[in-house]
């Protein structure tokens, strides 16, 4: 049996995810660093930002900031190496065993199927049993980046109760599939369209279906802030809840990208509290009304749910 929803759970799959910012596991400088960035999400990274030779002692530096570092007002994630290697569960035993009361949410790299999920879900209710933690707090985060993941990703997304986001993780995506192109996040030379629009929606419909947030993956020209802009302006457009960042100069261009403009933000509670007195008994219980030139009904009502939820998060 896969663990049962924590009571928090539902909450914890709306947790602001605007910035996930990636900090390599092996790196005490880059750890202390980014206590004091800004950003929504911090996961403290074993897989690939940690030399194979590094990742044992990694392993103990992340318990080490996970324990002693100040995290406050940031969810604290740690990306473990993905199953088809053999550090996985070292990393998951290690990792959630010295700190897994400091932790919110384990990351599964190029998750395939879904029994890679379970495997975690039911290692994960192991060790929270054995050290008396409660069961089915810690989440996961499931990471898309090969064909076999994406072909797979509405299984994945229903795997299980803890899983909280589907993340694209378009590197390691790009090399999967061939694409050609050796800048990740940017549109490959010579296709003319957008590469990515059946990727990210795919996730996106998987995600949304099972209540779960979407996050994009990185953008690796880290000193081009208006380039990630302009990507992260596109996944955020088609309803994708945040990105991960890099370096300090994109986490407040996408803490802005992934929140709504102060203007949609005021029209949204405007289309709010005209759809709410027109429905009443005072504005003569109808079903829509006009908001100046526009017509607003129950559905216009959740769009503007939507967006005056994630301005409050904000703090608009
Ligand atoms: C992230 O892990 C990526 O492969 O893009
Ligand atoms: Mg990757």
């Not at 406050?72 to 290697?85: E, S, Y």
Request: aromatic share 6%.
């Amino acid at each position: 049996m896969t663990a049962s929803l924590s009571p928090t759970a539902a909450a914890d799959r709306l947790r602001p995810r605007r910035s996930c910012l990636a900090v390599p596991g092996s790196n005490p400088r880059f750890l202390e660093k980014a206590q004091g960035l800004a950003a929504d999400q911090v996961f403290l990274d074993l897989e690939d930002a940690c030399a194979p030779l590094a990742k044992p002692e990694a392993r103990h530096t992340v318990v080490k900031f996970l324990n002693e570092g100040d995290w406050t007002g940031k969810t604290r994630v740690v990306r473990v190496n993905d199953w088809t290697t053999e550090w996985t569960y070292r990393d998951v035993v290690t990792v959630v065993e010295g700190a897994g009361q400091n932790l919110d949410c384990v990351m599964l790299p190029k998750v395939q199927d879904a029994q890679q999920i379970t495997a975690l879900d039911l290692l994960l209710t192991q060790i929270e049993k054995t050290m008396g933690f409660e069961v089915g707090r810690i989440g996961i985060e499931a990471q898309i980046e090969n064909a076999k993941g994406l072909v797979n990703v509405e299984e994945i997304a229903a795997a299980s109760p803890r899983t909280e986001t589907i993340v694209f993780g378009p590197a390691d995506f790009m090399a999967s599939i061939n694409m050609r192109t050796l800048v990740v996040g940017e549109q490959p030379p010579g296709y003319g369209a957008d590469a990515y629009h059946y990727i990210l929606m795919k996730i996106l419909m998987a995600a949304r279906t099972y209540d779960l947030q979407a996050i994009d993956g990185p953008y690796l020209q880290i000193r081009n802030v208006d380039g990630f802009r302009e990507v992260a302006g596109r996944a955020a457009a088609l309803g994708f809840d945040g990105k991960w960042v890099l370096h300090p100069g994109q986490v407040e261009a996408a803490n802005e990208v992934f929140s709504p403009s102060q203007e949609d933000y005021d029209h949204a509670e405007l289309i709010l509290d005209a759809y709410e007195y027109c429905t009443s008994e005072a504005g003569g219980k109808k079903g829509s009304a006009m908001l100046g030139d526009e017509m607003i009904d129950e559905a216009s009502r959740k769009m503007a749910l939507v967006i005056s939820g994630k301005g409050r998060a904000a703090g608009l």
